[in-house]
């Protein structure tokens, strides 16, 4: 497991302490990103291809989770369809994702950055 420190969420310290690790921050980005139309895919590594290659789903693939002094901070890199509003798809992911977070982990993100890395084109070949 990595290395990263655990978000706690507690504010009543009597009954002990919630910790979240980053990794379910990244599982809970993706899904919420993954809902938004007009998102094709979402951009991974070579690891979570070669994964997904053998069946299993990679939740958090196109997530970067970093914390700071300042908050959390998100960069999310999505391939979005051709023809969908670059802006307002970008406007949608982040707001989706705030509300989830906020309703799931009731953790304030700092920052929600979206790289637009492609353009899903539609597959004209389909009939051959």
Known sequence: MSEQPLLNVSDDESLGTVEIAPEVIEVITGIAASEVKGVSEMRGNFAT?????????????GVKVDLTENGILIDLFVVLNFGVSIPKTAQELQENIRHT???????????INVHVVGIQMENTNEGE
Do not use: C, N, P
């Open 49 to 61: 291809g070669v994964v997904e290659r053998f069946g299993k789903k990679s939740h958090g693939k």
């Open 101 to 111: 977070l906020k309703t799931m982990t009731a953790l304030e993100m700092d920052e």
